[in-house]
C-alpha cells in the first residue's frame, strides 16, 4: 500500500528528471543538412558529374559552416576567459590586501572587543535577478530563437477561462 505508492513517486520524479536531462537544446545547426539530395538540373548531360559537382558545392558549404560555428565558439571562449581573468585579477587583489591586514596586526595586541565585527556585511554589487532572458543568450541560442515561431495567440481564449490564469501559460 504505502511502500508502493511512494515507490511510484519515487519513480514519476525520476522519470521527469530524466526527460528534463535528455532533452537537449540545439545550439547550432549546419546547412546544408542534405549533400547529394538536391534535384539534377532537367538540361543535364552527365548525370553523375552534375551529381558530384553538386556534393562538392554542398560539401564545401558544410565546411563554411562549421568554420563559422568555430570561430563563434573560440569567439565566445576568448570573452569568458577574460571575464574569469578579471574576476580572478580582482580575488587576489582582495586576498593581498586581507593578507597585509593580518600580517599587520599583532597576535599580542588584539583584543576581544576588535575581534567583534562593528558593521553587517553588505554586497558590495547587485545581484543580478533576470537569469532568463532573451539578452543573456549566447549568439547561437539567440539565433535560434529570433528564427522560433512564435507561440499561437491562445491569449484570445482567456476570457473563456474562469481561473484567470493566462491560456498562453499552459502552452
Known amino acids: 500500500g504505502k511502500y508502493c505508492s511512494e515507490r511510484n513517486l519515487i519513480?514519476?520524479?525520476?522519470?521527469?528528471?530524466?526527460?528534463?536531462?535528455?532533452?537537449?537544446?540545439?545550439?547550432?545547426?549546419?546547412q546544408p543538412t542534405n549533400i547529394c539530395r538536391d534535384?539534377?538540373?532537367s538540361k543535364c548531360l552527365n548525370d553523375l558529374e552534375a551529381t558530384s559537382i553538386q556534393c562538392v558545392?554542398?560539401?564545401?558549404?558544410?565546411l563554411s559552416s562549421i568554420s563559422h560555428h568555430a570561430n563563434e565558439i573560440f569567439s565566445n571562449l576568448q570573452t569568458e576567459l577574460l571575464a574569469i581573468s578579471e574576476r580572478t585579477k580582482t580575488?587576489?587583489?582582495?586576498?593581498?590586501?586581507?593578507?597585509?591586514?593580518?600580517?599587520?596586526?599583532d597576535e599580542r595586541?588584539?583584543?576581544a572587543e576588535d575581534m567583534v565585527i562593528q558593521e553587517d556585511f553588505h554586497r558590495q554589487h547587485p545581484v543580478d535577478q533576470s537569469i532568463i532572458s532573451s539578452e543573456l543568450?549566447?549568439?547561437?541560442?539567440?539565433v535560434q530563437y529570433e528564427n522560433a515561431t512564435?507561440?499561437?495567440?491562445?491569449?484570445?481564449?482567456?476570457?473563456?477561462?474562469?481561473d484567470g490564469k493566462s491560456s498562453l501559460a499552459f502552452y
Open 11 to 30: 519513480k514519476r520524479q525520476l522519470l521527469k528528471v530524466s526527460i528534463q536531462i535528455n532533452m537537449p537544446i540545439v545550439q547550432r545547426t549546419i
Open 39 to 41: 534535384p539534377l538540373p
Open 57 to 62: 558545392g554542398n560539401l564545401l558549404r558544410q
Open 91 to 105: 580575488t587576489r587583489e582582495k586576498i593581498e590586501v586581507v593578507m597585509h591586514a593580518v600580517l599587520k596586526r
Open 109 to 111: 595586541k588584539v583584543k
Open 137 to 142: 543568450l549566447p549568439g547561437s541560442l539567440l
Open 150 to 162: 512564435p507561440p499561437p495567440d491562445l491569449n484570445l481564449f482567456d476570457q473563456f477561462r474562469n
